[in-house]
């Protein structure tokens, strides 16, 4: 499975950034979608998930700001970034977890990652 990212850039704060990331390969479903950033010198966090159910999860720092969708027919996931801070600051990953039916094993589920964009909010 690859992920492909896009949207990344420089934007002052206040402003806006809408990132996608669209998945390709062979898989039988893929059960959740979302973002996670890394900020230099400090953990990877989440920021914002979709599950298969349609449900939704935020980190505290970035609801009411960030929306994410996902287009289940183009296994594709967007984060819509609205309000940008300084500390938005990070290399944003796109992470799907997915589900690989196998005539042996059954279902295996597994993780993959994208390469990362950077988002730089200015101040």
């Known amino acids: 499975v690859q992920l492909v990212e896009s949207g990344g850039g420089l934007v002052q704060a206040g402003g806006s950034l809408k990132l996608s990331c669209a998945a390709s390969?062979?898989?039988?479903?893929?059960?959740?979608m979302g973002w996670y950033r890394q900020a230099p010198g400090k953990a990877r966090e989440m920021v914002a998930d979709?599950?298969?159910?349609?449900?939704?999860n935020y980190a505290d720092s970035v609801k009411g700001r960030f929306t994410i969708s996902r287009d289940s027919a183009k296994n594709t996931v967007y984060l819509q970034m609205n309000n940008l801070k300084p500390e938005d600051t990070a290399a944003y990953y796109c992470?799907?977890?997915?589900?690989?039916?196998?005539?042996?094993?059954?279902?295996?589920?597994?993780?993959?990652w994208g390469q990362g964009t950077l988002v730089t909010v200015s101040s």
């Open positions: 979709n599950r298969i159910d349609g449900s939704t």
């Open positions: 992470h799907a977890g997915v589900v690989v039916r196998t005539f042996m094993e059954g279902d295996r589920y597994f993780e993959h």
């Open positions: 390969g062979t898989f039988f479903a893929i059960n959740v």
